[in-house]
């Protein structure tokens, strides 16, 4: 069967085309793509040729990743349910992860409509609570969770994220959310401005103060928790001063061939090291009922809505930077 797609072809290379996706089987639905999420960070280092599969990086011998279609996550109505699935029905609106492709350098990809999908890549959405486009980030929100719920703590810890990026931001709501004294580290004051603060969640712009000393001096009893989510050794090094014993560092960004960490310094701390990676049935579930119930948000970090068809000016606003720019969706109605 065919489908339209987003598709990477070379090296900061987006068209927006028609591929060829293999019949579904018995364990598989069709699902008609309403919106699509994308991840910057993830697609873009597959857009500039950084990765050859999920998070291994490319390197020197390895071959270029294209062509590949774009992303691996969205919303949309199901069209074809197969007969082995019974827990689905044509009309219903649920999340897809990954949809099956031909003649692609992987055979899976996200952004491409009608996406036939194995049954174990499909989530129903809640009755009730927000509108489906809050589900539309299901995966990245996910990883975000992960992040946040990792590490052991008690209410009342301090935890430093670096990175205001979507990650970033939901690792930060979901240790507000379990009772950290949470710190959100960035560079960009729009995005910092989508943070929800209070007592207990607060923001450090790193391009514009002294960051390192905003933590210690909110953060007097140390930090019992840091997550990097923008693969920086050096930002991880810079917190370690702050970390307590037994305390957590938590890996979710993407290093490439630049991911040296030494693990001497940091039996001074007896700290554990926690890398993040993909997803889960259970994770999923977990997140989903996070944003039924409002505890994590996702609609206010939408910036941008583009037609699928537009999927090229959209990546060249995210790598560019024009405008400030978050939250993309791609609309495919």
């Known amino acids: 069967m065919q489908a339209q797609a987003v598709v990477f072809t070379a090296p900061g290379r987006v068209e927006f085309g028609t591929v060829t996706c293999p019949d579904p089987g018995p364990d598989d639905a069709v699902v008609r793509v309403t919106h699509s999420w994308i991840s910057n960070g993830t697609e873009g280092s597959f857009l500039r040729g950084e990765r050859i599969a999920g998070d291994t990086a490319r390197r020197q011998g390895d071959p270029m990743p294209f062509p590949i279609v774009a992303g691996y996550q969205k919303i949309g109505v199901v069209e074809h349910v197969g007969a082995h699935i019974d827990d689905l029905e044509v009309g219903e609106t649920v999340f897809a992860a990954m949809g099956r492709v031909d003649g692609m350098f992987q055979p899976w990809g996200g952004q491409l409509s009608p996406s036939v999908s194995p049954r174990a890549q499909i989530w129903k959405l809640p009755n009730g609570g927000p509108e489906p486009l809050a589900y539309a980030a299901l995966v990245l929100t996910q ?23 979507m990650v970033g931001h939901w690792a930060a709501q979901t240790l507000g959310w379990r009772g950290a004294e949470v710190i959100l580290v960035g560079r960009h004051e729009d995005r910092l401005a989508r943070f929800q603060t209070g007592p207990t969640r607060h923001t450090a712009n790193a391009r514009e103060e002294d960051w390192l000393d905003l933590l210690k001096r909110a953060l007097p009893g140390g930090a019992r928790v840091i997550v990097d989510t923008v693969g920086s050794i050096r930002a991880v090094e810079q917190c370690l001063p702050l970390l307590v014993r037994e305390g957590h560092i938590v890996s979710a960004g993407f290093y490439g061939t630049e991911d040296r960490l030494a693990l001497q310094p940091l039996r001074s701390w007896e700290a554990s090291v926690d890398t993040v990676s993909g997803w889960t049935r259970p994770r999923m579930d977990a997140t989903r009922a996070l944003i039924a119930g409002n505890q994590l948000q996702t609609l206010p970090l939408i910036t941008h809505r583009f037609p699928a068809r537009r999927a090229a000016e959209a990546w060249a606003l995210i790598e560019q930077k024009t405008e400030p720019v978050l939250g993309v969706i791609l609309d495919w109605d």
């Open 143 to 165: 990883v975000g969770y992960n992040c946040g719920s990792r590490p052991p703590l008690a209410v009342g810890d301090g935890a430093v994220v670096i990175g205001d990026g």
